[in-house]
């Protein structure tokens, strides 16, 4: 997720720029200003992105001094004309991330009202977080975890918008879960469980889209990482080139659950070994899972 601010006054490449290996890919983006949006929208699509996605989910303070995030929810004639912006500036998706309600109003009328109000604008595509965002007296963590779940909105939505796509979100974290939740919406997003167990997500291509092609192995994931790390830091320079950790701290994960798993999380966080901004270090951490896997 990006910020129109930091598209319209920062450094745009660094914001932007990403690997071909990464498609399909969608730029989220966080403002309120249909103007704005719309042009950083026609950015996301001069740089190659598969969709542009409004971000009308996140509910830290910090976002709602910005005017974006849940905060706009209250605020669904905005939405729309911030979406119809984008809509008609390019020729990519426009998708919206949104909450099922603000505070503690949850009832479903308030999502059904607000889908509705904001596809006038263009948008048929919705990803609902199946929580609702209290704005006020919880953290982002919390509200990621107390805030009730309410998965059965998706169901509803999806009837009484047969033509849009229904995407639920929240708690999602076994393929089990994914699979009820298929059968009422049409599609299910992961997030914190693709982030702390990325190689949970190699099952999906068999489970879901019918490929199956043996997976790559985590040390064959940790290879292709070193040779994308290589070229990543032969390829920039400069103030804001980046650095090793940048890659690797997206990697703690990949031996979640496995013996060595914690060998390899210190080695890849370990300040001074960082610091020679070396992609061999990858191997090195892999190779200290492998006696700690043949033990086991």
């Known amino acids: 997720m990006v910020t129109t601010g930091a598209l319209l006054h920062g450094d745009v490449p660094r914001h932007l720029d990403f690997d071909a290996a990464e498609h399909p890919v969608a730029l989220q983006l966080g403002?309120?200003?249909?103007?704005?949006?719309a042009h950083c929208a026609r950015l996301a699509e001069k740089w190659g992105y598969d969709e542009v996605n409004l971000n009308c989910g996140c509910p830290s303070e910090r976002v709602q001094r910005g005017a974006f995030g849940a905060c706009l929810m209250a605020e669904p004639e905005l939405v729309?004309?911030?979406?119809?912006?984008?809509?008609?500036?390019?020729?990519?998706?426009?998708?919206?991330?949104?909450?099922?309600g603000i505070?503690?109003?949850?009832?479903?009328?308030?999502?059904?009202?607000f889908v509705g109000t904001v596809a006038e604008g263009g948008a048929t595509v919705f990803m609902m977080h199946a929580r609702s965002a209290w704005l006020k007296g919880l953290s982002p963590k919390e509200n990621r975890e107390i805030p009730?779940?309410?998965?059965?909105?998706?169901?509803r939505l999806k009837?009484?918008?047969p033509d849009f796509t229904i995407v639920v979100n929240g708690g999602?974290?076994?393929?089990?879960?994914?699979?009820?939740?298929?059968?009422?919406?049409?599609?299910?997003?992961?997030?914190?469980?693709?982030?702390h167990d990325p190689y949970w997500m190699a099952e999906v291509d068999a489970r879901w889209f019918d490929d199956h092609r043996e997976p790559l192995s985590r040390a064959e994931v940790v290879e292709a990482m070193r040779d994308y790390a290589a070229r990543v830091l032969a390829s920039s320079?400069?103030?804001?080139?980046?650095?090793?950790r940048n890659v690797v701290r997206h990697m703690l994960g990949l031996y979640q659950g496995m013996p060595g798993a914690r060998a390899w999380r210190?080695?890849?966080?370990?300040?001074?070994?960082?610091?020679?901004?070396?992609?061999?270090?990858?191997?090195?951490?892999?190779?200290?899972?492998?006696?700690?896997?043949?033990a086991a």
């Open 31 to 37: 403002g309120s200003e249909p103007e704005d949006l």
């Open 80 to 100: 729309r004309d911030c979406v119809k912006a984008m809509a008609d500036a390019v020729s990519i998706p426009v998708t919206v991330k949104h909450r099922i």
């Open 103 to 113: 505070d503690k109003t949850d009832d479903y009328a308030f999502v059904r009202d």
């Open 148 to 155: 009730p779940l309410r998965y059965e909105y998706a169901q």
């Open 159 to 161: 009837q009484d918008f």
């Open 172 to 195: 999602i974290s076994t393929h089990i879960g994914v699979e009820a939740q298929l059968a009422q919406a049409d599609g299910v997003m992961i997030g914190r469980q693709a982030y």
């Open 237 to 244: 320079s400069g103030k804001h080139a980046p650095h090793l």
């Open 266 to 294: 210190r080695m890849l966080s370990d300040a001074a070994l960082l610091s020679a901004n070396d992609p061999d270090l990858l191997l090195r951490a892999a190779a200290l899972t492998a006696p700690a896997r043949l």
